[in-house]
C-alpha cells in the first residue's frame, strides 16, 4: 500500500526562524513528489520534484528529493507570520491517472 | 477563468439526507478528482475521472457515487449521508499532456457537517 508520511506533524516557531518540513515515502513506480501550501482553504501547488538531488527553489523556500532514501525535505528561511499554514506532501504514482498520495499534513505555527 | 468551484461552500445534512456536490472547471482539463480532508489525515482521494463519461474509485469510495456527464463538470453524491462523511471536500482538475503532468488544481472546498 502506498504511504507517505510527513513529520513534525506540528512545528511552532518564531519568525525569522529557519524550519525543514520532512516528507518520507513508499510508493510503486514513483513519478513524482510534490509540496503544496494550505492556508484557508485549497491547497496550493510550491513546488513538483522527479529528481534526485536537484533542489527547485522560490524565494526563501526550497525543496529537495533523494529517491534512494525516500524522503524529501521542504525548508523556509527566514519565517514570516505569513508562511503560517498547513504544509501537505503528495506523491505521484504512475498509475494512469495522477492519483496523488497525501501525507498528513505540518502544521506551521509562526509567531512574531 | 474562473479556474476550479465547488458548490455548495457550506452544507449542514441530517443522517440519511442525500445531496450533490457539484465541481465545475473551465480550464478544459480532462481529469478531476473529488478528495476529503479531515483533521490530522491529509487528503484522501474518494473518485476520479480521466475524461468526460469515465469514473473511478479512489481510496475511498464507499458511500460515495460521481458523475462525468460533461467534461467541465464533476458531482459528487452521497445517497444516505452519515455522520462519519462530516468533512472538507475538496475537486481537483489536471491538464494531461503526453508523459507531462501538471499539478493538480483544486477547488475551494465544500465544508459538510451531516448530524
Known amino acids: 500500500e502506498d504511504k507517505v508520511v510527513q513529520s513534525p506533524l506540528s512545528l511552532v516557531v518564531h519568525e525569522g526562524d529557519t524550519v525543514t518540513l520532512n516528507c518520507s515515502y513508499e510508493?510503486?513506480?514513483?513519478?513524482?513528489l510534490l509540496w503544496y501550501k494550505q492556508e484557508k482553504k485549497a491547497p496550493t501547488f510550491l513546488f513538483m520534484l522527479t529528481s534526485s538531488g536537484i533542489e527547485k527553489k522560490s524565494g526563501r523556500l526550497s525543496s529537495i528529493l533523494d529517491k534512494k532514501e525516500l524522503f524529501s525535505i521542504l525548508n523556509i528561511t527566514a519565517t514570516q507570520t505569513g508562511d503560517s499554514a498547513i504544509y501537505l506532501c503528495a506523491v505521484e504514482a504512475v498509475q494512469g491517472a495522477q492519483k496523488l498520495v497525501f501525507g498528513q499534513g505540518t502544521r506551521l505555527t509562526i509567531n512574531p | 477563468n474562473a479556474g476550479v468551484t465547488q458548490t455548495p461552500k457550506f452544507r449542514v445534512l441530517k443522517t440519511g439526507q442525500s445531496m450533490t456536490l457539484l465541481c465545475a472547471q473551465d480550464m478544459n482539463h480532462e481529469y478531476m478528482y473529488w478528495y476529503r480532508q479531515d483533521p490530522g489525515m491529509g487528503l484522501r482521494l474518494i473518485h476520479y475521472?480521466?475524461?468526460?463519461?469515465?469514473?473511478a474509485k479512489g481510496e475511498v469510495p464507499d458511500g460515495y457515487n460521481v458523475s462525468r456527464l460533461k467534461k467541465q463538470n464533476f458531482l459528487l453524491g452521497l445517497e444516505s449521508a452519515a455522520p462519519s462523511q462530516t468533512s472538507v471536500y475538496f475537486c481537483?482538475?489536471?491538464?494531461?499532456?503526453?508523459?507531462?503532468?501538471?499539478?493538480?488544481?483544486f477547488g475551494p472546498g465544500t465544508r459538510l457537517t451531516v448530524l
Open positions: 481537483a482538475s489536471l491538464m494531461v499532456q503526453g508523459y507531462h503532468t501538471d499539478t493538480q488544481y
Open positions: 475521472s480521466v475524461g468526460e463519461g469515465t469514473t
Open positions: 510508493v510503486t513506480n514513483f513519478r513524482s
